[in-house]
């Protein structure tokens, strides 16, 4: 694994620490205050390529690695993880997984679209009895002609009444167990679709958190993705590789703190000099650095493997799940360092600890993470 980023990673990072700081830093406390999802600036990332980063330029991507993909998930995540999780969920989840499972005609239907950004997707997995547990899905798909019937909620859908594109699980053979569920592309504007209240949420506010009603929905079979029993799988796999990008964003809320905490040690001062020169502080700035570049190792490790076509099922978990325990570790440390300023809206770090919580819950919680490694190392 080389260490050294190339030209074009440092270019891809720089674009988007600019965007962030120029387009998604004024006016981020209000949009969470508001519950406010970042609109214009999620189109602005479709016009510059965030949104269809790994994409193949023939279906109007950017063909950039996962190393690029990542390096951009962490410079968003520092300022607006609300609009991070919806570049993470298009990207990760519904562009990679259509390109790779997808027909050619599904491609040229909706890939070209997501990845410029023009539309936004969403992954539906998450049912409100299910969790992450993919294999007891209550939402049904019935074959009725050229046609599935499909009728069920899921929840937790982000991008959820954003999205035009829905990638949508559910039972089409509910005696085969997880081997009777399939996957299928669902369109907004289809009857019987219907999408509940947004989620009034502690952190990533900004982001558009739904549940989702499907009544007697009508799917076309060639809106099938892959053979009947495929869903199962297919929802893993996109899962694998959604943890990176989760992964990166965990690291980059934790990497915003860690850069605000820094420039405010320099600055307060207490008992007569900046509190950057007291012990105290110092050891949390260096517990801080020290944990958020070995999350950053397993991020880089995780998306590195991906781009050499090796398996990075295991590696992606463990990206995730210690990238979100640091996320959550410094952040609060960050509240601790700004003392009474940390507390308050202005400063920034209190919302970043508030969006870090989401990383130990979604794409599956820590404890799923643990799971699937531990069924590795055990195997």
């Known amino acids: 694994m080389n260490f050294q980023y190339s030209e074009e990673h440092l270019a891809v990072r720089d674009a988007a620490r600019d965007f962030a700081q120029t387009e998604l830093l004024d006016g981020v406390i209000e ?8 609109y214009e600036q999620i189109k602005k990332m479709g016009e510059l390529g965030f949104m269809g980063m790994m994409v193949d330029p023939k279906y109007n991507g950017g063909g950039m690695d996962t190393v690029s993909y990542v390096l951009a998930m962490e410079e968003i995540s520092k300022i607006d993880a609300s609009a991070s999780v919806s570049m993470s969920v298009n ?27 023009e539309v936004i997707g969403a992954f539906c997995l998450s049912e409100p009895e299910a969790g992450s547990d993919a294999t ?35 039972q089409t053979d509910p005696a085969k167990g997880h081997k009777g569920i399939s996957a299928f592309i669902v369109e ?10 947004k989620e009034d949420k502690l952190g990533i506010r900004g982001s558009d958190t739904h549940s989702l009603m499907f009544t007697d929905v009508k799917v076309p079979v060639e809106n099938r993705i892959g ?67 070995a999350a950053r190792l397993l991020v880089l490790k995780s998306a590195w493997l991906k781009d050499q076509g090796k398996d990075y099922a295991d590696a ?47 794409e599956g919680t820590s404890e799923i993470q643990k799971i699937v490694i531990s069924r590795s190392i055990l195997r």
């Open 91 to 117: 990207n990760s989840l519904v562009c990679w997984g259509l390109e790779k499972y997808g027909t050619e005609a599904q491609k040229e239907k909706y890939l070209k679209k997501l990845a410029t950004g």
């Open 227 to 293: 053979e009947e029993g495929f869903g199962f799988r297919f929802a893993m796999e996109t899962l694998n590789g959604g943890r990176i990008g989760i992964a990166a964003q965990a690291l980059g809320i934790a990497s915003g703190a860690y850069e605000l905490s820094l420039a405010y040690s320099k600055e307060r001062k207490a008992f007569g000099k900046p509190i950057s020169q007291h012990q105290a502080i110092q050891f949390k700035l260096a517990d801080m650095a020290t944990q958020i570049e």
């Open 136 to 170: 007891s899905q209550k939402t049904t798909a019935e074959l009725d002609g050229n046609y599935y019937l499909l009728n069920g909620t899921k929840n937790w859908i982000t991008n959820g009444n954003t999205a035009s594109i829905y990638l949508v699980i559910a």
């Open 188 to 197: 907004r504007e289809w009857e019987g679709f219907v999408v509940g209240k």
């Open 31 to 38: 949009r969470d205050t508001e519950a406010k999802f970042p």
């Open 316 to 362: 992606s978990a463990m990206a995730k799940l210690y990238a979100s325990e640091v996320a959550m570790n410094v952040t609060v440390e960050a509240v601790q360092v700004h003392g009474g300023y940390g507390y308050v809206k202005e400063y920034h770090v209190e919302r970043l600890m508030r969006d870090a919580k989401i990383t130990q819950i979604y």
